[in-house]
Nanobody
Framework: EVQLVESGGGLVQPGGSLRLSCAAS????????MNWVRQAPGKGLEWVST????????FYAASLKGRFTISRDNAKNTLSLRMNSLKSEDTAVYYC????????????WGKGTLVTVSS
């Protein structure tokens, strides 16, 4: 059974930093690209970032302007997202999602971790 469990969310002040983690199990982690997707209160899903199976390439939403860094540790089956210079508009539930592999879709999602940026 595929499981993705996010952690690391919480309350942070504007300008602060946070690191999210996603523990993956139930599949061969290093066979797949992985993603972070977020959903702000009252809004739809927004793709945040993707990392290829070996971490060799990373992709980010243009709106993030270099503030976020995605990484993975294939030895530990863990995906991470480092978020710096956080803004109130970064407030959202952040989801870890496994790439489907056959196309650009995502087939398994975690339950998410809430990040609240507020003073």
């Amino acid at each position: 059974e595929v499981q993705l469990v996010e952690s690391g969310g919480g309350l942070v002040q504007p300008g602060g930093s946070l690191r999210l983690s996603c523990a993956a199990s139930g599949f061969t982690f290093d066979d797949y690209a992985m993603n972070w997707v977020r959903q702000a209160p009252g809004k739809g899903l927004e793709w945040v970032s993707t990392i290829t199976w070996n971490g060799g390439r990373t992709f980010y939403a243009a709106s993030l302007k270099g503030r976020f860094t995605i990484s993975r540790d294939n030895a530990k089956n863990t995906l991470s997202l480092r978020m710096n210079s956080l803004k109130s508009e970064d407030t959202a539930v952040y989801y870890c999602a496994k790439a489907r592999g056959s196309d650009d879709g995502m087939d398994y999602w975690g339950k998410g971790t809430l990040v609240t940026v507020s003073s």
